[in-house]
């Protein structure tokens, strides 16, 4: 639905926000404190802004977000690599942050109607418990890999005492998670649902659910395109190029692609048998897995929308 009243484009920093009403032509910088947040709102009500639009900053633009909403003023978090590319397109080659202010102005005003998530607070603890857990788990991977080489005595106790620490850290964030997840009934009802496939267990869950709230309520299409297992034509004239997937958000095409590893190799005698039926036909084990959790995205779209639990011989024919 197109927006009514202004729109002000804000470039959130860790130390400060810029502001640009592209309409009257007008700028302000404000520092990121209680005051200068509250200096941002007073200027954006005395010239009828309605919406506020803001570029993801790995958590810099939430204290933003949350005062402009309890001012009443509409939020919309926008992915900075499309405004960067829709700078691009427009010639703007510089970048300062009152230059991306005004682009992210731009960027609102010229595409009124993109998609937005809706504020959704306990999703956003969610989302962050599962960050911090996905982290974690990095951490120890890092961590890991020196191990592998031989190391003086020192490095590896110091080693192994962080590890020890992250494992209780990691535990006391898959409790944490999993206590969110029984909290809050509409997170549980998809918990269910979600762990009803086999091969997909509650930290997949957990993510499915913070990283793509979307899942049951957009198409089938969308929701590939989400999740970046949407193929894309690279076609021109009499060339037809391969099909590449493209975009998509890389946290939640990680998690579901190690989860569906796990399930078309071993553990859900559905994906198992399209896995090897896609191997049988001569597709490369990568392509075929992709196939895979491709289809298996569609499914869990299905089954959230409808309300319903993994059913064998519903998903063997949607994969036939």
């Known amino acids: 639905m197109p927006q009514n009243g202004r729109i002000v484009g804000l470039d959130v920093a860790k130390l400060k926000a810029d502001g640009c009403i592209r309409s009257l032509q007008l700028r ?47 939020v919309r978090i926008v992915d900075p690599k499309r405004v960067r590319h829709f700078a691009k397109s427009a010639g703007c080659l510089a970048k300062n942050d009152a230059i991306d202010a005004a682009m992210i ?13 809706p504020h959704d607070p306990d999703r956003e ?16 991977t890092q961590l890991g890999n ?10 590896r106790r110091a080693y192994a005492a962080i590890l020890r620490n ?55 299409k969308a929701a590939a395109a989400l999740l970046g297992a949407a193929p894309y034509d690279d076609d021109s004239g009499k060339h037809k190029g391969e099909r590449h997937i493209k975009g998509g958000r ?3 095409r990680n998690l579901l692609y190690m989860a569906t590893l796990g399930a078309a190799t071993k553990h859900n005698p559905v994906l198992k048998a399209y896995y090897q039926r896609l191997r049988a036909k001569g597709k490369p084990a990568k392509v075929a897995l992709i196939a895979c959790m491709r289809k298996l995205i569609v499914i869990l779209n299905t089954m959230l929308a409808r309300g319903e639990k993994w059913d064998p011989a519903r998903c063997r024919a949607t994969l036939a």
């Open 28 to 74: 302000l910088s404000q520092p990121s404190t209680p005051e200068g947040r509250a200096a941002m709102v007073a200027w954006l009500r005395a010239n009828d802004v309605a919406t506020a639009v803001m570029e993801a900053s790995g958590g810099y633009e939430r204290s933003w977000a949350e005062a402009l909403r309890e001012a009443g003023i509409a």
């Open 250 to 252: 890389q946290e939640i």
């Open 125 to 140: 603890e969610l989302d962050a418990l599962v960050t911090a857990r996905k982290a974690l788990v990095e951490l120890v």
């Open 166 to 220: 992250i494992a209780t850290q990691l535990a006391r964030l898959e409790a944490a998670i999993a206590t969110k997840l029984a909290a809050t009934a509409r997170f549980a009802a998809r918990v269910d649902i979600i762990e009803s496939i086999p091969g997909l267990a509650t930290q997949t869950a957990a993510g499915l659910i913070a990283w793509l709230p979307e899942l049951g309520h957009i198409g089938n």
């Open 105 to 117: 102005a731009w960027f609102a005003e010229t595409f009124p109607e993109m998609p937005t998530q």
């Open 146 to 155: 020196p191990g592998e080489h031989r190391q003086p005595r020192a490095v």
